[in-house]
T-cell receptor
Framework: NAGVTQTPKFRVLKTGQSMTLLCAQDMNHEYMYWYRQDPGMGLRLIHYSVGEGTTAKGEVPDGYNVSRLKKQNFLLGLESAAPSQTSVYFC???????????????FGDGTRLSIL | SQELEQSPQSLIVQEGKNLTINCTSSKTLYGLYWYKQKYGEGLIFLMMLQKGGEEKSHEKITAKLDEKKQQSSLHITASQPSHAGIYLCGADRSGTDSWGKFQFGAGTQVVVTP
């Protein structure tokens, strides 16, 4: 199984440009997440989705938008990239069993994004 | 703000020695997860703890969750070079109005020397 696949793996953007990061999972997971990882800050949740057609804000949602049109895909968009969005972005997915009983998240290999 | 505090931030251990990493929460943990990350790679799931007092082991790694479900520890016995990496604890923050929320600690970098 491919698990969680992120594309692209690397990208360099200029300030003000837009782009979309794609996350695909083949495990039929209900939940999907987008995180960013910065030195000394750990992983911070940007947005997440508990099912197809639903999204919710995480800890640091400003400057990002997401969509979950299909259960297996979760897209992260940057409308107008800023240098502060330079980071490593991780996508993850997990099963949902019940409230307070989330299953472990499976992570992609990350997308390294630099905004000049 | 970091509601999950990990300590230490980093540690250097000699091969064959034991090490312990702690993860403390200001709120009750409904689920506590330990992950390992190698530089430049994604996170690999290690263990999940849900019940107060729970303890799990896999090979030389043992994780515990205290009775109050606010503190967890990860212990590695007789460390090897393969144990080097960044260890992160994560917590399920799901509640009646926040299903699916998840939060991570800042991570502990482990270096194993010969």
């Amino acid at each position: 199984n491919a698990g969680v696949t992120q594309t692209p793996k690397f990208r360099v953007l200029k300030t003000g440009q837009s782009m979309t990061l794609l996350c695909a999972q083949d495990m039929n997971h209900e939940y999907m997440y987008w995180y960013r990882q910065d030195p000394g800050m750990g992983l911070r949740l940007i947005h997440y989705s508990v099912g197809e057609g639903t999204t919710a804000k995480g800890e640091v949602p400003d400057g990002y938008n997401v969509s979950r049109l299909k259960k297996q895909n979760f897209l992260l968009g940057l409308e107008s990239a800023a240098p502060s969005q330079t980071s490593v972005y991780f996508c993850a997915s997990s099963y949902f069993i019940g409230q307070g009983n989330n299953q472990p998240q499976h992570f992609g290999d990350g997308t390294r994004l630099s905004i000049l | 703000s970091q509601e999950l505090e990990q300590s230490p931030q980093s540690l250097i251990v000699q091969e064959g020695k034991n090490l312990t990493i702690n993860c403390t929460s200001s709120k009750t943990l409904y689920g506590l997860y330990w992950y390992k990350q190698k530089y430049g790679e994604g996170l690999i799931f290690l263990m999940m703890l849900q019940k107060g007092g729970e303890e799990k082991s896999h090979e030389k790694i043992t994780a515990k969750l205290d009775e109050k479900k606010q503190q967890s520890s990860l212990h590695i016995t007789a460390s090897q070079p393969s144990h080097a990496g960044i260890y992160l604890c994560g917590a399920d923050r799901s509640g009646t109005d926040s299903w699916g929320k998840f939060q991570f600690g800042a991570g502990t970098q482990v270096v194993v020397t010969p």
